[in-house]
Protein backbone atom coordinates (compact mmCIF):
# COMPACT_ATOMS: atom_id res chain seq x y z
CA UNK A 1 0.00 0.00 0.00
CA UNK A 2 1.13 3.42 -0.72
CA UNK A 3 -0.05 6.44 0.94
CA UNK A 4 0.34 10.06 -0.96
CA UNK A 5 -0.95 13.33 1.08
CA UNK A 6 -0.88 16.43 -1.20
CA UNK A 7 -0.39 20.25 -0.36
CA UNK A 8 0.18 23.27 -1.58
CA UNK A 9 -3.64 24.23 -3.33
CA UNK A 10 -4.92 27.66 -2.81
CA UNK A 11 -6.26 30.79 -4.20
CA UNK A 12 -4.31 32.23 -7.18
CA UNK A 13 -4.35 35.47 -9.40
CA UNK A 14 -4.16 34.28 -12.88
CA UNK A 15 -0.33 34.54 -14.01
CA UNK A 16 0.48 33.43 -10.33
CA UNK A 17 2.45 30.53 -9.44
CA UNK A 18 1.64 27.41 -6.92
CA UNK A 19 3.71 24.44 -5.96
CA UNK A 20 1.80 21.23 -5.20
CA UNK A 21 3.73 18.59 -3.29
CA UNK A 22 2.95 15.01 -2.84
CA UNK A 23 4.35 12.91 -0.03
CA UNK A 24 4.37 9.39 -0.10
CA UNK A 25 4.22 6.82 2.25
CA UNK A 26 3.89 3.17 2.82
CA UNK A 27 5.88 1.56 -0.33
CA UNK A 28 8.58 1.96 -2.23
CA UNK A 29 8.30 5.37 -4.09
CA UNK A 30 11.50 5.05 -5.34
CA UNK A 31 9.87 2.41 -8.05
CA UNK A 32 6.49 4.04 -8.30
CA UNK A 33 6.24 6.49 -11.77
CA UNK A 34 4.34 9.14 -10.17
CA UNK A 35 1.32 11.57 -11.94
CA UNK A 36 -0.73 14.37 -11.67
CA UNK A 37 -4.28 14.45 -12.27
CA UNK A 38 -6.85 17.01 -12.30
CA UNK A 39 -10.57 17.45 -11.96
CA UNK A 40 -13.70 19.94 -11.83
CA UNK A 41 -17.25 18.92 -11.05
CA UNK A 42 -18.93 17.17 -13.75
CA UNK A 43 -16.14 16.70 -15.50
CA UNK A 44 -13.97 13.70 -16.40
CA UNK A 45 -10.21 13.24 -14.08
CA UNK A 46 -7.92 14.75 -16.66
CA UNK A 47 -4.12 13.95 -17.21
CA UNK A 48 -1.66 16.79 -16.30
CA UNK A 49 1.63 15.84 -15.98
CA UNK A 50 3.88 12.28 -15.60
CA UNK A 51 7.17 11.83 -14.03
CA UNK A 52 9.26 8.32 -14.35
CA UNK A 53 10.24 6.24 -11.43
CA UNK A 54 13.72 8.02 -11.85
CA UNK A 55 13.35 10.91 -12.57
CA UNK A 56 14.47 11.02 -16.13
CA UNK A 57 11.63 10.77 -18.20
CA UNK A 58 8.26 13.72 -17.87
CA UNK A 59 5.04 14.27 -20.24
CA UNK A 60 2.29 16.92 -19.94
CA UNK A 61 -0.37 17.58 -21.53
CA UNK A 62 -0.43 20.14 -23.84
CA UNK A 63 -2.72 22.60 -22.17
CA UNK A 64 -0.36 23.21 -19.33
CA UNK A 65 2.88 22.08 -21.80
CA UNK A 66 5.62 25.25 -21.53
CA UNK A 67 3.83 26.35 -18.08
CA UNK A 68 3.96 23.61 -15.60
CA UNK A 69 6.58 21.26 -14.39
CA UNK A 70 6.93 18.17 -12.55
CA UNK A 71 9.73 16.79 -10.41
CA UNK A 72 10.41 14.16 -8.00
CA UNK A 73 13.13 14.00 -4.66
CA UNK A 74 13.03 10.19 -4.34
CA UNK A 75 15.42 10.57 -0.88
CA UNK A 76 12.64 12.37 0.48
CA UNK A 77 9.53 10.40 -1.30
CA UNK A 78 7.79 13.44 -2.57
CA UNK A 79 7.09 14.52 -5.92
CA UNK A 80 5.95 18.25 -7.62
CA UNK A 81 3.90 20.07 -9.63
CA UNK A 82 5.45 23.79 -10.24
CA UNK A 83 2.91 25.69 -11.53
CA UNK A 84 3.91 28.99 -13.42
CA UNK A 85 1.16 31.57 -15.39
CA UNK A 86 -2.05 30.14 -14.22
CA UNK A 87 -5.21 30.35 -16.07
CA UNK A 88 -8.40 30.37 -14.59
CA UNK A 89 -9.08 27.15 -16.69
CA UNK A 90 -6.31 25.99 -14.26
CA UNK A 91 -9.13 25.77 -11.36
CA UNK A 92 -9.82 22.18 -10.28
CA UNK A 93 -8.84 19.78 -7.39
CA UNK A 94 -5.40 18.37 -8.34
CA UNK A 95 -4.62 14.75 -7.65
CA UNK A 96 -1.31 12.50 -7.16
CA UNK A 97 -1.21 9.25 -8.40
CA UNK A 98 1.28 6.48 -7.95
CA UNK A 99 1.56 3.54 -11.14
CA UNK A 100 3.06 0.74 -9.15
CA UNK A 101 2.79 -2.25 -11.72
CA UNK A 102 4.99 -0.98 -14.36
CA UNK A 103 2.97 -0.41 -17.07
CA UNK A 104 4.23 1.15 -20.51
CA UNK A 105 3.06 4.19 -22.21
CA UNK A 106 3.11 7.68 -20.35
CA UNK A 107 0.30 6.69 -18.01
CA UNK A 108 -2.48 9.23 -19.08
CA UNK A 109 -4.70 7.87 -18.14
CA UNK A 110 -6.34 7.70 -14.37
CA UNK A 111 -6.97 3.74 -14.72
CA UNK A 112 -3.55 3.53 -15.22
CA UNK A 113 -3.12 4.53 -11.71
CA UNK A 114 -3.01 2.53 -8.50
CA UNK A 115 -3.00 4.70 -5.63
CA UNK A 116 -4.56 8.06 -5.20
CA UNK A 117 -4.14 10.90 -2.83
CA UNK A 118 -7.03 13.25 -1.23
CA UNK A 119 -6.83 15.81 -3.56
CA UNK A 120 -6.00 19.77 -3.16
CA UNK A 121 -7.83 22.64 -4.72
CA UNK A 122 -6.80 25.17 -6.41
CA UNK A 123 -8.33 28.15 -7.81
CA UNK A 124 -7.18 30.47 -10.19
CA UNK A 125 -9.29 33.90 -10.26
CA UNK A 126 -9.15 35.91 -12.96
Known amino acids: QVQLVESGGGLVQAGGSLRLSCAASGGTFSSANMGWLRQVPGKEREFVAAISWNGRSTFYAESVKGRFTISRDNAKNTVYLQMNSLKPEDTAVYYC???????????????????WGQGTQVTVSS
Open 97 to 115: AAEVRGRGGWWTRKDDYDY
